[in-house]
């Protein structure tokens, strides 16, 4: 029973601190349209650089998968 009463006392206490956090809402943070367009702006900037490190990166694996010539073998 003292467990019981224990447990119920810590859950009270927990629900009691727990509900100005709950009562906060959603927040609004009132973005206009510029800076949408801005943060398109940065997302634009960061695929076009991701393409050509893409293509590189493919170039750089097909160069280390690439059978390897020997020197003696390029002088003939």
Do not use: Y
């Not at 509900?19 to 695929?47: E, K, N, Y």
Request: include cysteine; glycine fraction near 8%; proline fraction near 4%.
């Amino acid at each position: 029973m003292n467990a019981i009463r224990n447990s119920l006392a810590a859950l009270v206490l927990i629900a009691a601190t727990s509900s100005p956090a709950l009562a906060a809402g959603a927040r609004s943070d009132h973005s206009g349209l510029v800076v949408w367009m801005f943060l398109g702006f940065c997302g634009l900037i960061v695929v076009a650089q991701l393409v050509p490190a893409i293509l590189m990166l493919i170039g750089m694996a097909k160069g280390v998968a690439a059978p390897r010539i020997s020197v003696e073998a390029r002088e003939q």
